[in-house]
């Protein structure tokens, strides 16, 4: 069983920063890739950043420049700077790793940016 833990989420004004963080544990053996999502309100879910298991990323084009995803290996925690945030970066965002054919996703932490 795998099972992603997302933290770090918040309220924060635009041109703030938050950093969100997502701890995998369970039987996941090598480094798999993985990747940030997020679904706003009444919108579906979109991908903001993957990371491959070399350490390669990429990132929708709303987030480049802004956005930085990272993982901390030893710690089975990957990562999520996020910079310069404006109101519609508001979402829910999810982690999610695909292990031996199965996708998990994380529970979701809640991202609001307003003044």
């Known amino acids: 069983q795998v099972r992603l833990v997302e933290s770090g989420g918040g309220l924060v004004q635009p041109g703030g920063s938050l950093r969100l963080s997502c701890a995998a544990s369970?039987?996941?053996?090598?480094?798999?890739?993985m990747g940030w999502y997020r679904q706003p309100p009444g919108k579906e879910r979109e991908l903001v950043a993957s990371?491959?298991?070399?350490?390669?990323?990429s990132y929708a084009d709303s987030v480049k420049g802004r956005f930085t995803i990272y993982r901390d290996i030893a710690k089975n925690t990957m990562y999520l700077q996020m910079n310069s945030l404006k109101p519609e970066d508001t979402a829910v965002y999810y982690c999610?790793?695909?292990?031996?054919?199965?996708?998990?996703w994380g529970q979701g932490t809640q991202v609001t940016v307003s003044s």
């Open positions: 369970g039987s996941i053996g090598s480094i798999k890739p």
């Open positions: 999610k790793l695909d292990v031996r054919g199965i996708t998990y």
């Open positions: 990371i491959t298991s070399l350490g390669s990323t």
